[in-house]
Each structure stands twice: as C-alpha cells, then as structure tokens.
C-alpha cells in the first residue's frame, strides 16, 4: 500500500475515525498495531512473522539487559540482539550479494555458486535498525525497557514510519504511545498540510522526474553529454523529493494521529560542505550512525588517522545499508572520502565554493547510488565529462521540475518558507490548498510509482 493510492486514502480515514473515537490508551494502542499489521501484510503477509519475531526477541532481551546488574551479562544479552538483527538483515539482503561477490572471486578457479531465491522484506533496514538502537540504549541506561508488550510492538510496527522512515528512536516516540493524545484543531491542520505538502513533492516533481531519468540511465551512451548532465539532476532532485515526500507524508499521518516524528531533511542541496549535507539529508539515518557506529568506533577522539579510519568504515557501511551491491558501497566510501577530506583541508572558503563543491562531491555521487551496476555509472561520468555526442533530449516537464526544485530551495532561504506551509490563520491557505489538491489530480503521471527507498 502506498501512501499516494487511494487505498491508502481510504485506510487512513478509516484508522483515523477508529482512534480518535477510543477513550483508552490500551484500545487505542491496539488498534493502531492491528491497523499498522494489515498495511504492513498488504505488501507480502508472510514478513508479518518475521516483524513480529524481531519484536518479541528485542522486547525479551532488553528487559532481561534492565533486570541484570552485571555488565558480562548484560554485554552478552546485547550481543544476543545484535546478532538477531543483523543476522537476519544480513541473510534476507546481503546472502545473494556475498555469493554472487564471492562468484566473481572463484571463476578464475572454475568454481562456481548458485544465488537463493529470496525475498527482500519491505522495511527490514528500518525497523532493524530502530530495534537496535532501543536495545542498545536500554543497554546503555538511557532508557528503562519497556514494560507494556503493546507499547512496544506498536512502536516497531507504527505504520507510518515502518517502510521507509524516519528511523525513530524509542525515547522518541514511547513515551507518546503511553498517553492518549489530546486532538488539537492546529496539530490536525498541520499534519493535512504535510501530507499534502509530500504528495506533492513526490507526484508532482519526483515521479516527473523519474521519468528522464530511467530512460537516460537505461542507456547513458546513447545520449549527449548535455542530457546525461540534465538526468544526473533530474536524479538528484528524484531522490530529494521521493524521499523527503515520503517523510512528509509519514510526519503528516503521525501528526493526525497525534504524535510527533522527528524532521528527516532541511534543504540538503543548500549545504556548503559535506558535514552540513550529512546534517540536512536523511538526517535520522545520520545521527543512528554517528551514535550507534562512529562515536562506539572512536569518533574524533584518538587523532586525525583514526578518526579517517571510522569516518570512512561508518559511511562505507552505510552504503552498504543502502544496498545489496558494490555500487551503494563506493558511494559510501566516496562520501566518506570527502568527510576526510573535508576534515583534512581545515581551510575556511567562501561559501559560494563550497556550495558548488558539495554539490559537485554530492551529484557523482548519485551517479553511482542510480547505476545499476558499475558499467553504466563509467558510460555516465564518460557522457558528462567528455561532453560525447549523441541524442539530444529535454523533456519539458523533468526540465520544469528541476527549475522547480532550484526556486523551493532558493525561496526557503528567505522568509516565503513561512507562507509556503500555508499557516492556518493565513487568508490564502484555502486557496493554496485547493491548487494543490487540484494539481494532484490533473498533472499526476499516470499509474503509481513507489517510492525509491521502498527498496532498502
């Protein structure tokens, strides 16, 4: 079920009139999980058990990590979730990726291996990795463990952030599920507006957008440099507002539920070096790494080769959460590469340079992220840097969207960010609104696409 089908329309009205008519916290709660298990059973309800076996081992281990007084035994019983967790992401993503990796390395040998037929579960990467980060505060006494198993199964399976984020940390949102939230008129509003604000984003301008950019990376080498440049934009603006839309969309459902999710991007492409992008783009995946990854490897703490050394294993790592293939691992490692560059410099430049730079670090970047595989990310930076020869295409609607991505980036900057979330009290919000919804309807491509980070 996407968020941009009207199945999902009809869903969310019908959860929506379900809870807010419950008085009690237990209810409520229980319909949510029982709402969120059927959305998460649309896609495929044979994962439904593996969700609810990620839930039971982590509710059961980290209250046996709060009970004991031994720090042996509470390492052991972290290691016992941890290895859970990833075990299972790592069998379900990455088995057919290490024998298909350890294929190429035993051909020459005349050895060969055969690939499982397996199903990648919708959302494993998220919800592992927020049950990770729940047990692993429990273990570092930052939370208590939860008490109620309802609590505590809706916080894994809430419906909204489940699939794709954002990753919401368990003192986050628990203490939010052990109330029953008062409906507020301007909290409603505002998450209306949200969710429309994301439907727009991704209908509007990313799936316009897509539509250049799987064709050009189809076959780079069939196209001028001038259009590979363009789809290699087009992409970078896809992603921004595919995902970005796709947290807007999950803000606003939460906060018409009456709960509140941590923002997700702030203008990423405004940045002006590499640390603020990573502080702007997809930032709850960046603080999970920096605080259950880089700082537990050293962080910044033992000089500058060391701190080189986790920056570059912490981003090479998150490539490879990303994806099952060595084109998300190099686009990690280059990001890491640019993290320690970044650091190494140590020189102040105007911030004009460094936009450009960033931008320029940030769109190779997406060549590779986009590449199905590493022959076609070398025809693209081939395309673009030799400026070769060949077809000439600027679809008018891709090339709209990307002069609409620049003028929302460049109007945040000023105080029109304001009237762009159409303030309730505001007398052109109706107005505004009702173009919106008007848009939707009349420029929306036809079919529906999923969202891009539906695959991780």
Not at 271 to 296: C, E, K, V
Not at 311 to 324: D, N
Not at 384 to 393: C, F, P, S
């Amino acid at each position: 079920m996407i968020f941009t089908q009207t199945e999902f329309l009809i869903f969310l009205i019908i959860v929506l009139a379900a809870t807010w008519t419950c008085r009690r916290r237990v209810t409520r709660n229980g319909v949510l999980l029982v709402a969120s298990y059927y959305f998460y059973a649309y896609w495929d309800a044979r994962f439904c058990g593996l969700l609810i076996f990620s839930t039971i081992v982590d509710y059961m281990i980290a209250n046996r990590i709060d009970a004991s007084s031994s720090l042996a035994v509470r390492r052991r019983w972290l290691w016992a979730s941890i290895t859970t967790n990833l075990g299972l992401l790592g069998f379900f993503k990455y088995c057919n990726f290490f024998i298909e990796s350890a294929e190429a390395v035993l051909a020459p040998w005349g050895m060969s291996t055969s690939t499982l037929s397996i199903i990648l579960p919708v959302g494993i990467s998220f919800y592992t990795f927020q049950t990770m980060s729940y047990t692993i505060d429990v273990y570092r006494r930052r939370i208590p463990a939860a008490t109620r198993p309802l609590d505590f199964a809706l916080y894994v399976a809430f419906f909204p952030q489940l699939v794709a984020g954002p990753i919401v940390r368990a003192r986050e949102l628990m203490p939010q599920l052990a109330t029953v939230p008062r409906l507020s008129r301007r909290r409603f509003y505002g998450g209306f507006q949200q969710l429309l604000r994301g439907a727009v984003k991704k209908v509007l301008i990313a799936d316009r957008l897509g539509e250049m950019v799987d064709v050009v990376f189809a076959g780079p080498d069939l196209y001028s440099g001038a259009t590979v440049s363009i789809a290699v934009i087009a992409y970078a603006g896809q992603i921004y507002y595919d995902f970005s839309g796709y947290t807007d969309m999950a803000i606003g459902v939460a906060k018409l539920l009456g709960y509140r999710f941590p923002a997700n991007f702030r203008h990423p492409y405004l940045a002006t070096s590499m640390s603020q992008f990573w502080g702007r783009w997809h930032m709850t995946l960046s603080r999970w790494l920096r605080d259950y990854l880089y700082i537990p490897l050293g962080g910044n703490r033992d000089g500058n080769l060391a701190t080189y050394r986790n920056l570059m294993i912490t981003m090479g790592l998150g490539g490879l959460w990303h994806g099952a293939a060595w084109t998300f691992v190099l686009w990690g490692i280059w990001h890491g590469a640019a993290l320690c560059g970044q650091r190494w410099i140590r020189i102040r430049i105007p911030a004009t340079i460094g936009w450009l730079a960033t931008v320029l670090v940030v769109l190779s970047g997406w060549v590779l992220f986009r590449s199905p595989d590493l022959a076609t990310s070398g025809d693209v930076f081939t395309a673009v840097m030799t400026w070769q020869a060949g077809i000439a295409w600027y679809p008018p609607l891709a090339i709209a969207a990307i002069g609409c991505m620049a003028a929302e980036h460049l109007a945040w900057k000023t105080r029109l960010r304001h009237a762009m979330r159409f303030p309730m009290d505001a007398w052109y919000s109706p107005i505004g609104t009702a173009i919106l919804l008007w848009s939707l309807v009349l420029y929306a491509p036809q079919g529906f696409q999923p969202f891009v980070y539906f695959q991780f």
